[in-house]
């Protein structure tokens, strides 16, 4: 079975500055799709960036940006320039490549404060 | 932009109660799915919906779990005797197409129903 593991429950950034969230993960699949989800205090899921697994480059979104590396089944997400409203829990997930099985298996989430 | 809807945003009930989560997914999307996220813990999937069939399910729903389409908009989750554990926020997605393949179709959220068990 997969498994998504975040090991920094909580952390913090001064604004502007750069931080990173960790993300590691576990499959015998070499299809899937990572994943990280932005939870503000609304609670509301949000989508902050993707990264296929056989795409060699690593995805960026404006300030967000992953590392992702494959043999080492490691994900992270850098966010640049830090904001107040960047403050969330962030979740690393995955979800398999194949047409059937499509759920999307989560991390327990990092905390992120933002310092101002 | 089109985005998932949840009725109630809030639903407290008493134990043993039965309850119905409402969401109107995105409108030409074809898979749905339930989530729910106990307090302090991890997203957990339950449940995925395809053809008029559930897809795949989780442990966590068991026979007092059901799913229906029951039209064109709604995809409804209810919950038979509900039990203090089964306070959580309940998530909502949706998707147009297979996750797999050339297309790996999003999964977009709804904003959740907090069910609160009394």
């Known amino acids: 079975a997969q498994t998504v593991t975040q090991s920094q429950p909580e952390m913090s950034v001064q604004e502007a500055e750069t931080v990173t969230l960790s993300c590691t993960y576990d499959?015998?699949?070499?299809?899937?799709?990572l994943f990280w989800y932005k939870q503000p205090p609304s609670r509301q899921m949000i989508l902050v960036i993707r990264?296929?697994?056989?795409?060699?480059q690593n995805a960026t979104e404006n300030r967000f940006s992953v590392n992702f590396q494959k043999a080492a089944k490691s994900f992270s997400l850098k966010i640049s320039d830090s904001q107040l409203g960047d403050a969330a829990m962030y979740f690393c997930?995955?979800?398999?490549?194949?047409?059937?099985?499509?759920?999307?298996?989560f991390g327990k989430g990092t905390r992120l404060h933002i310092l101002p | 932009e089109p985005e998932v809807t949840q009725t109630p945003s809030h639903q407290v009930t008493q134990m043993g109660q039965e309850v119905i989560l409402r969401c109107v997914p995105i409108?030409?999307?074809?898979?749905f799915y339930w989530y729910r996220q106990i307090l302090g813990q991890k997203v957990e999937f339950l449940v995925s919906?395809?053809?008029?069939?559930?897809?795949?399910k989780s442990e966590i729903f068991d026979d007092q779990f059901s799913v229906e389409r029951p039209d064109g908009s709604n995809f409804t989750l209810k919950i038979r005797s509900t039990k203090l554990e089964d306070s959580a926020m309940y998530f909502c997605?949706?998707?147009?197409?297979?996750?797999?393949?050339?297309?790996?179709?999003?999964?977009?959220f709804g904003p959740g129903t907090r069910l609160t068990v009394t």
């Open positions: 997605a949706s998707s147009e197409g297979p996750p797999g393949g050339s297309g790996g179709y999003e999964q977009y």
């Open positions: 919906f395809y053809n008029n069939e559930i897809s795949e």
């Open positions: 990264q296929e697994a056989y795409k060699q």
């Open positions: 997930a995955y979800r398999s490549g194949g047409n059937r099985d499509d759920k999307i298996i």
């Open positions: 499959t015998s699949e070499s299809d899937y799709y």
């Open positions: 409108s030409n999307h074809l898979y």
